[in-house]
């Protein structure tokens, strides 16, 4: 690509690549929730949610990070920057997103806001969100009673339902950030007012220092000073011993307070302050009106935690600005020409690096869902601090956990020590990273930033995370749990979209990723096969409830052989190998590991269709071993039996002619198995030699996808359900350790408690195995072309290839987005009325996954990490 031709948010990246670390100093990385989080948690009982409340979050320091709403700091989190709000009729400000704990809601942790991440660049140079304010006192008690009186079966009671917005009593409040350059932040606040009558609302620009002098981090304590204001200007100026100066410049008002990030003992331990100056000193001022601790706060002329107040009345149907810059530099005039021309010239070059990803049959509604699709996925980067050592010792002079922690949740991982920005799955309901999540965020990553991706994925393999032993750590709830092991395959992808969408040949990621899986991969042979038969364990494996019974507490003495560990680890097995694969190629001294993991795929493909297929019912079935010695099929129609389908690879035959002995050895284990009659995963299909390797044979393939194309079992208006639908009308029973345990069609929320019941793996749709399908068919259509061809949907007499059932299941996932025929987008259910307002029109929210039969948006209403695989789909119109 020629130099003219590269967007300046391109060359912006560019430069970044050259970084040790890919990252620009100042982003999104502020969390949204900071309090319930395990690392916030210094209880004896694990319990997360109520050891640090919401209630406490204003008033007590936080040990191991910050957050707010809009909010971004530098890479480190030592200076924050956040808007608060206040309607005049709330209880407290709105300094922070509000939602249910895992036991206050009846399907678990649930955000309660209306916010959208409307737009956001791989560098952040532009950058907008959108918060929406209702002009009543917001409810949350109401929110917390409601929805803890309703059963499982209800859906969940939402700020839309509280009546608030029906006529329009609220406030649009947008911030947008622009940069000038790396280290020089134009900050506009536009606060539009709906409602029919002039309201009054209290803007609090926030800027603060993290506490991380209370638990002995810093040699010197930072600080932030006053300064003698400009004539257009308010300024503080920020000064930490690491990050050095920065300047806060804001929009002149009157009324300006300061205070310290340090906790109100009074309200949250019960005992006496040692100075007004706490973090919640704001709360009391404004909201309560306490003239003497305004006075004082206005008074104070240093500090950790600074406001400038803005008490605007806004006129019906009008909007009003509140402007700031952060700066390295010493200004004399911040907000002159070049400051207001900075957002449409930001936005201008969005536009043009954005354009460049949409296909060419993309519509205008295409376009908004692929940009707020990534700008979801690039405002859900996160600074992310843990370490396990200190969590569960303690800090000296402060905080002393007790004794049961140290053979609690975690315990094991003390080599853990992050301090990295990661990619979230979602920066309020799931506010950490997850193994499995991170894998599918890199894959829209790799499209806007593939070295951001490339270093995603080899964090999670550093001796900082991975463990001794060489597991991946899962999450933060249990990094002891086991999800899909997938990172092979997503660094295929990432090496593959970044070689086809920028130009580049990455070998030296992949060897170094390589290494470090070769690891992993020995972790779950050994771990996970107890039985040496190729048959794998796993249990949770991230799909919550979707089997039978939980997977990850089966009594002593008893296992599960699992078609989904068991497919995913021949997945593994044969990304390895196409990995290995693509680096002999340059390098010959990786031809034996080629060898190896082909030799894996086959033992694996082999004992998967010999011990759990189901010839009576053309299916894949897990199989539950009892203490007795017998079995029993767990004959659950599931995405657990469809996942043999992801297990899909291919040898070119350019590619095999460079390596002489694998092919020999190819050749020996083929002519072997066939001598033998074993089972032998692979197809020589190509007119040019290629083999496709897979874990199903044609025949069975076609089996599977006739189940998985019937819209009486998998098929729905936005893709393959997670549990047939045949279950709706009849359930799974199973009797087992004096306890009936059953499984029953669930195309909405969870209806049980299993794993927090947050989440449902029974009936829902769910993006990322959708997008694992809709790649895998697209794959084999290479090989099988019109020669397969199969009845789109299951009996409908309309023949499809593999390729056309593949673009038919993208569309229908797509549209889960859209806007039909009714002017209605499925992904908001009963909510359409709000969105179809003209202001709201445009607004789209990515949830955790998908009602079964509307395609309405369920769960995590943020989870714009694996969702925003969307914006992949879009681009392979």
């Given at each position: 690509?020629s ?10 990246l560019?430069a970044?690549?050259?970084?040790e ?16 989080t ?5 209880s ?32 480190h ?13 709330d ?56 929805n ?28 947008r ?56 200007a ?10 050095g ?60 935690k ?6 605007l ?44 990803l ?6 205008t ?24 050592e ?28 992050i301090?990295?920005?990661l990619s979230?799955?979602d ?13 599918f965020?890199?894959i ?21 995370y ?16 086991v999800?899909?092991?997938?990172q ?28 470090k899986?070769m ?39 008893t ?64 199989s539950?071993h ?22 899909a ?22 002519q ?37 194309l ?16 045949y279950h ?34 029974r ?6 195995l959708?997008?694992?399908l ?17 009845p ?9 290839s ?15 987005f859209?806007?039909?025929?009714n ?43 694996w ?11």
């Amino acid at each position: 690509m020629s130099e003219k031709n590269i967007t300046a948010e391109q060359q912006r990246l560019n430069a970044n690549a050259l970084k040790e670390v890919p990252l620009e100093k100042w982003g999104p990385y502020l969390g949204e929730r900071q309090w319930g989080t395990v690392r916030e948690d210094y209880s004896s009982n694990g319990d997360a949610w109520n050891y640090f409340t919401h209630d406490q979050s204003r008033s007590r320091v936080y040990r191991w990070g910050e957050d707010g709403i809009a909010g971004i700091c530098d890479m480190h989190q030592n200076l924050c920057f956040s808007v608060a709000l206040w309607n005049g009729k709330d209880a407290i400000l709105k300094e922070r997103l509000f939602g249910l704990t895992n036991t206050e809601g009846n399907h678990g942790e649930d955000v309660k806001e209306l916010y959208y991440y409307l737009d956001n660049t791989p560098t952040h140079s532009y950058m907008h969100y959108l918060y929406k304010y209702p002009q009543a006192a917001f409810p949350y008690e109401q929110l917390v009673q409601v929805n803890g009186s309703l059963p499982k079966t209800a859906p969940e009671f939402e700020l839309l339902n509280t009546g608030l917005f029906n006529d329009n009593d609220y406030f649009d409040v947008n911030i947008r950030y622009a940069k000038n350059n790396s280290e020089d932040i134009c900050i506009e606040i536009t606060i539009t007012n709906y409602s029919n009558n002039t309201s009054p609302i209290v803007v609090l620009p926030t800027l603060w220092f993290r506490n991380r002098w209370l638990f002995g981090d810093t040699d010197e304590k930072p600080i932030l000073e006053k300064q003698s204001p400009l004539p257009t200007a308010g300024v503080v100026k920020a000064t930490h011993e690491r990050l050095g100066s920065y300047f806060l410049y804001h929009q002149l008002t009157a009324e300006t307070l300061m205070t310290e990030n340090e906790t109100n003992t009074q309200k949250v331990f019960g005992y006496a302050n040692t100075s007004p100056f706490v973090k919640d000193a704001f709360h009391d001022a404004i909201v309560y009106e306490q003239s003497d601790l305004q006075q004082l706060l206005q008074d104070k002329e240093r500090g950790t935690k600074y406001s400038p107040v803005y008490r605007l009345n806004i006129p019906a149907g009008e909007s009003q600005t509140v402007v700031l810059r952060l700066s390295k530099d010493a200004l004399q005039q911040p907000f002159d020409a070049g400051f207001h021309t900075t957002f449409p010239e930001r936005k201008k070059e969005a536009d043009e690096f954005y354009g460049k990803l949409l296909s060419k049959n993309a519509s205008t509604d295409d376009a908004i869902i692929q940009r707020q699709a990534f700008a979801g996925l690039l405002w859900s980067k996160q600074f992310y601090q843990y370490d396990i050592e200190r969590w569960l010792n303690g800090d000296a002079h402060n905080i002393h956990p007790p004794e049961e922690r140290k053979r609690g949740r975690n315990a094991g991982w003390e080599h853990l020590k992050i301090a990295d920005v990661l990619s979230m799955p979602d920066k309020w309901e799931y506010p950490w990273f997850a193994a499995w999540d991170l894998c599918f965020h890199c894959i829209p990553m790799a499209m806007v930033d593939p070295v951001f991706a490339k270093n995603q994925l080899i964090l999670l393999c550093r001796e900082w995370y991975m463990s001794p032993t060489a597991q991946v750590p899962a999450y933060e709830w249990n990094f002891s749990d086991v999800n899909p092991p997938i990172q092979a395959w997503a660094a295929l992808q990432v090496y593959r979209l970044e070689k086809e969408i920028h130009g580049t040949t990455d070998i030296a990621f992949l060897k170094r990723i390589f290494q470090k899986l070769m690891l992993n991969f020995t972790w779950w042979a050994n771990r996970e096969d107890a039985n040496n038969n190729n048959v794998f364990t796993g249990g949770f494996l991230g799909l919550d409830n979707i089997g039978v019974i939980d997977r990850n507490s089966l009594p002593p003495g008893t296992f599960l052989e699992q078609v989904d560990a068991t497919a995913w680890m021949g997945m593994y097995a044969l990304n390895m190998m196409e990995m290995a694969l693509e680096i002999a190629q340059t390098d010959i001294t990786y031809e034996d590991v080629v060898t190896k993991f082909y030799e894996h795929f086959v033992l694996i493909a082999g004992s998967l269709n010999e011990a759990l297929w189901d010839e009576d019912e053309q299916f894949f079935y897990d199989s539950l071993h009892t203490e007795k010695g017998s079995s029993i099929k767990l004959k659950v129609r599931s995405l657990v039996g469809l996942s043999v389908l992801f297990g899909a690879g291919i040898i070119t035959n350019e590619a095999l002619q460079k390596l002489p002995d694998f092919k020999k050895r190819m050749n020996y284990i083929k002519q072997y198995r066939l001598q033998n009659n074993l089972f032998l995963p692979s197809e020589q299909v190509s007119e040019k030699g290629d083999i496709l390797l897979s874990l199903s044979h044609k025949e069975r393939l076609a089996q599977l996808l006739g189940v998985m194309l019937d819209e009486n079992e998998f098929l729905s208006p936005g893709g393959i359900r997670a549990l047939s639908k045949y279950h709706q009308q009849h359930p799974f029973h199973l009797q087992f350790n004096h306890t009936d345990f059953s499984i029953g069609y669930v195309p909405g929320e969870s209806d049980n408690g299993m794993f927090g019941g947050n989440s449902n793996w029974r009936g829902p749709v769910w993006m990322p195995l959708n997008f694992l399908l809709v790649q895998t068919l697209r794959q084999r259509h290479f090989f099988y072309g019109e020669n397969l061809q199969l009845p789109y949907p299951a009996g409908s007499g309309n023949m499809a290839s593999l390729q056309q059932i593949a673009d038919g299941l993208a569309e229908r996932i797509i549209s889960i987005f859209q806007v039909n025929s009714n002017g209605m987008r499925p992904v908001n259910g009963d909510e359409s009325w709000f969105y179809q307002r003209p202001e709201n029109k445009d607004l789209i929210l990515f949830y955790e996954y998908y009602h079964g039969d509307t395609a309405r948006g369920v769960g995590a209403s943020h989870q714009t990490g694996w969702s925003s695989l969307v914006a992949a789909l879009l681009r392979n119109r």
